[in-house]
T-cell receptor, first 112, second 113 residues
């Protein structure tokens, strides 16, 4: 099983739709999780963090299911500007250092 | 007011050449990273430096050598470039106390011909 696995998509949704992405992780000891957003030909940027059961920020909700080892990102009322690749990120301990392990990303296109 | 900057943004070169990519951050962070993003969009860490000391060194060919002259700079030198080195290389930085919140540079698109 990969350390972090995501459905690559692409997800093509109309403006105003609600869309959800899932991400599964293999290390049951992981405590914190993150969603980064990467626009086409740009750098990744932190979108949200998830430390307990979930986190909500405006139209974005991130949820954590520890029993099933998955994290989800829900986007309500999609905007054209939400079109991007969404990267699921799990910090893993390598020796004494914590390093970010990125999923391959889920591509979202919001259509007018 | 650039936070993390990289030069050059684009690099096209022949196989066998040696090239360097520079990275600078003005956020006052003490940890810096190099990532490689291949054509399949996988973002993989290559190196991490904390206060100029190497703390993460993933399985990367010896042709890749990072250098950190000070906390604000982390450069990447690549010897004997190969076709498979073609990728986007991202520099990033973070505070030691918050390694999960990383700020990325704009990336350097390397194409080896």
């Amino acid at each position: 099983r990969k350390e972090v696995e995501q459905d690559p998509g692409p997800f093509n949704v109309p403006e105003g739709a609600t869309v959800a992405f899932n991400c599964t992780y293999s290390n049951s000891a992981s405590q914190s999780f993150f969603w980064y957003r990467q626009d086409c030909r740009k750098e990744p940027k932190l979108l949200m963090s998830v430390y307990s059961s979930g986190n909500e920020d405006g139209r974005f909700t991130a949820q954590l299911n520890r029993a099933s080892q998955y994290i989800s990102l829900l986007i309500r009322d999609s905007k054209l500007s939400d079109s991007a690749t969404y990267l699921c990120v799990v910090p893993l301990l390598r020796g004494s250092a914590r390093q970010l392990t990125f999923g391959s990303g889920t591509q979202l296109t919001v259509l007018p | 007011d650039t936070a993390v900057s990289q030069t050059p943004k684009y690099l096209v070169t022949q196989m066998g050449n040696d090239k360097s990519i520079k990275c600078e951050q003005n956020l006052g962070h003490d940890t810096m990273y190099w990532y490689k993003q291949d054509s399949k969009k996988f973002l993989k860490i290559m190196f991490s430096y904390n206060n100029k000391e190497l703390i993460i060194n993933e399985t990367v060919p010896n042709r890749f050598s990072p250098k950190s002259p000070d906390k604000a700079h982390l450069n990447l030198h690549i010897n004997s470039l190969e076709l498979g080195d073609s990728a986007v290389y991202f520099c990033a930085s973070s505070q030691t106390t918050s390694p999960e919140t990383q700020y990325f540079g704009p990336g350097t698109r390397l194409l080896v011909l």
